[in-house]
């Protein structure tokens, strides 16, 4: 079945169901991004995938390690799956700190695992994907091993904050593996209930705060609005994308109940996309996106992307000129100037907020 047939299928069923190795780049604290709180927590964790990936993904599996990938910042491709920053690097500036380095580079900055990690590998999800990265469980037992090894405490760790990046590659697999359309919204269901897991388990191994970003309409990426010519968005698969966000809701709350707290949260990426999307606020100083559906950088045709040569070395992408003027990066990733919009609207602002009240 292809992808549109199969999600068709889906709209049909959730009507009734809802009615080299490179150096490693560290981050800099970002200028716009201070914290005007006092109360900071000192040591940021992260897990996921490619929206907090900041340079684990190995570079046999990724074009992230290939120009054009890092032409903003730091000028070289870093691992990040944009021209610059990304969700971490943000989340980082607010709480007032360096980006957490690469899991991958613990050992040759040995010095600076005392202000975090990140564990998150890019096209990775909660259960296995096509990807032959650490899923979300093995990223967790990474942080195990290290209190097991003592590089951390359970003491140590009550001062630190994790982000929990999911942004839907566990639903590209399933489309892909040829999963039935009836049986999406379980599947669904699967993935927020293995969340809701390694959520729990990331606070059992004494981390403080866990904020987990909700979905962005994936239907309106490139990746999904390409066969509209970057017209339309795809309905269906923002459907599924509000099924998610409703689970994850739900399993959030449950976890602030198991646990007579209020340590999980959501952070609203949904919604901070939409307002930037949609163009209903911007912030200050940023130019107006030109045609939000459209990437900076792109394939010429299917089955290349951004970052693909073929076997004679000629690029087989399109680059514009000013990633600053895009939403998107590529097929699926924000801009760096496309995620510092979205970081200052005020539903991510005010879910950020979360990490330090």
Not at 177 to 185: D, H, K, R
Not at 203 to 232: E, W
Request: proline fraction near 5%; charged fraction near 15%.
């Amino acid at each position: 079945m292809d992808t549109q047939s199969f999600l068709f299928s889906v709209f049909c069923f959730l009507f009734y169901f809802l009615s080299g190795e490179p150096q490693v780049v560290e981050g800099t604290r970002l200028s716009w991004t201070s914290s005007p709180y006092g109360l900071k927590p000192k040591m940021l964790f992260a897990f996921g995938d490619s929206y907090a990936d900041t340079g684990n993904t190995k570079i046999a599996v990724t074009r992230s390690w290939h120009f054009p990938y890092g032409i903003t910042f730091p000028g070289k491709p870093s691992g990040r799956f944009s021209d610059g920053f990304v969700s971490t690097d943000f989340v980082a500036g607010y709480l007032g700190m360096k980006t957490p380095i690469p899991y991958r580079w613990r050992k040759e900055l040995s010095g600076r695992v005392k202000y975090g990690l990140n564990f998150a590998y890019g096209g990775t999800g909660v259960f296995d994907t096509l990807v032959a990265e650490p899923n979300m469980t093995t990223q967790i037992d990474f942080l195990q091993q290290l209190i097991n090894d003592s590089v951390y405490t359970k003491r140590v760790l009550r001062t630190s904050v994790a982000l929990v990046s999911l942004a839907g590659n566990d639903y590209s697999y399933y489309i892909e593996t040829n999963g039935s359309a009836t049986a999406f919204p379980g599947f669904i269901q699967s993935v927020v209930n293995q969340l809701m897991v390694n959520m729990k388990r990331i606070h059992d191994l004494g981390v403080r705060k866990i904020g987990v970003m909700s979905l962005i309409s994936l239907g309106c990426t490139p990746q999904n609005t390409a066969g509209s010519s970057f017209q339309r968005c795809n309905e269906t698969e923002n459907d599924l994308v509000m099924l998610h966000n409703n689970l994850l809701l739900q399993a959030v709350n449950t976890l602030n109940q198991q646990t007579n707290s209020t340590l999980f949260f959501i952070i609203d990426l949904h919604n901070a996309f939409l307002t930037v999307f949609n163009g209903t606020q911007t912030h200050q100083g940023s130019p107006t996106f030109e045609k939000p559906f459209e990437p900076c950088c792109f394939g010429v045709t299917e089955g290349f992307f951004c970052g693909s040569v073929d076997e004679n070395g000629e690029k087989k992408y399109t680059l514009c000129s000013n990633p600053k003027t895009k939403l998107f990066w590529d097929g699926n990733h924000p801009t760096s100037e496309g995620w510092r919009a979205i970081y200052s609207t005020p539903a991510f602002q005010n879910t950020l907020k979360q990490f330090i009240d």
